[in-house]
Protein backbone atom coordinates (compact mmCIF):
# COMPACT_ATOMS: atom_id res chain seq x y z
CA UNK A 1 0.00 0.00 0.00
CA UNK A 2 1.87 3.14 -1.08
CA UNK A 3 -0.89 5.60 0.23
CA UNK A 4 0.30 4.50 3.87
CA UNK A 5 3.79 6.06 3.48
CA UNK A 6 2.38 9.03 1.75
CA UNK A 7 -0.33 9.82 3.99
CA UNK A 8 -2.65 9.29 1.61
CA UNK A 9 -5.53 7.29 3.27
CA UNK A 10 -8.44 9.48 2.40
CA UNK A 11 -8.49 8.53 -1.50
CA UNK A 12 -8.09 5.41 -0.38
CA UNK A 13 -10.81 4.88 1.86
CA UNK A 14 -13.16 6.98 -0.51
CA UNK A 15 -12.53 4.48 -3.46
CA UNK A 16 -13.17 1.50 -1.50
CA UNK A 17 -16.56 3.04 -0.73
CA UNK A 18 -17.20 3.88 -4.35
CA UNK A 19 -16.18 0.48 -4.98
CA UNK A 20 -18.80 -0.75 -2.51
CA UNK A 21 -22.06 1.32 -3.60
CA UNK A 22 -21.19 0.23 -7.06
CA UNK A 23 -20.83 -3.08 -6.24
CA UNK A 24 -24.22 -3.32 -4.17
CA UNK A 25 -25.52 -1.01 -6.56
CA UNK A 26 -27.03 2.23 -3.92
CA UNK A 27 -26.18 5.27 -4.05
CA UNK A 28 -23.72 6.76 -2.05
CA UNK A 29 -24.97 7.63 1.77
CA UNK A 30 -27.95 5.35 0.35
CA UNK A 31 -29.51 3.03 2.84
CA UNK A 32 -28.77 -0.57 2.72
CA UNK A 33 -32.29 -1.70 2.46
CA UNK A 34 -32.50 0.36 -1.06
CA UNK A 35 -30.77 -3.62 -1.78
CA UNK A 36 -34.27 -5.23 -1.20
CA UNK A 37 -36.09 -6.20 -4.37
CA UNK A 38 -39.13 -3.41 -4.70
CA UNK A 39 -37.73 -1.10 -2.09
CA UNK A 40 -37.39 2.71 -3.46
CA UNK A 41 -35.92 5.03 -1.48
CA UNK A 42 -39.20 6.33 -0.92
CA UNK A 43 -40.61 3.26 1.24
CA UNK A 44 -37.18 3.31 2.52
CA UNK A 45 -37.64 6.61 4.03
CA UNK A 46 -40.99 5.50 5.23
CA UNK A 47 -40.42 2.83 6.73
CA UNK A 48 -37.14 4.18 8.78
CA UNK A 49 -38.93 7.68 9.64
CA UNK A 50 -38.47 11.00 8.29
CA UNK A 51 -36.64 12.32 10.99
CA UNK A 52 -33.57 9.38 11.45
CA UNK A 53 -30.20 10.51 11.19
CA UNK A 54 -29.08 6.63 11.08
CA UNK A 55 -29.83 4.51 7.11
CA UNK A 56 -32.22 1.86 7.99
CA UNK A 57 -30.10 -1.72 7.80
CA UNK A 58 -31.57 -4.98 6.84
CA UNK A 59 -31.01 -6.30 10.27
CA UNK A 60 -33.37 -3.34 11.80
CA UNK A 61 -35.69 -3.99 9.16
CA UNK A 62 -35.87 -8.20 10.10
CA UNK A 63 -35.19 -7.80 13.38
CA UNK A 64 -38.64 -6.04 14.09
CA UNK A 65 -41.89 -8.01 14.04
CA UNK A 66 -43.43 -9.29 11.34
CA UNK A 67 -46.68 -6.95 12.25
CA UNK A 68 -44.84 -3.63 12.50
CA UNK A 69 -42.52 -4.79 9.65
CA UNK A 70 -45.96 -5.45 7.19
CA UNK A 71 -47.30 -2.39 8.77
CA UNK A 72 -44.26 0.35 7.68
CA UNK A 73 -43.89 -1.40 4.25
CA UNK A 74 -47.81 -0.70 3.56
CA UNK A 75 -46.89 1.05 0.34
CA UNK A 76 -45.50 -2.63 -0.86
CA UNK A 77 -47.89 -5.01 -2.57
CA UNK A 78 -48.69 -8.49 -0.99
CA UNK A 79 -46.20 -10.10 -3.49
CA UNK A 80 -43.51 -7.43 -3.62
CA UNK A 81 -43.34 -7.56 0.25
CA UNK A 82 -43.40 -11.29 0.82
CA UNK A 83 -40.37 -11.24 -2.38
CA UNK A 84 -38.62 -8.73 0.10
CA UNK A 85 -38.71 -11.13 3.04
CA UNK A 86 -37.15 -13.66 1.52
Known amino acids: MIT ?3 QLL ?3 IASYNTSQNLIQAIPPNGSPALQLPHF ?4 VKKVSGQTSKS ?3 IQ ?3 SLPPQIR ?3 C ?3 SDAHYD ?3 K
Request: proline letters at 12%; glycine letters at 0%.
Open 4 to 6: LPF
Open 10 to 12: NPL
Open 40 to 43: TSEV
Open 55 to 57: PLS
Open 60 to 62: KLM
Open 70 to 72: RRL
Open 74 to 76: ADL
Open 83 to 85: QAM
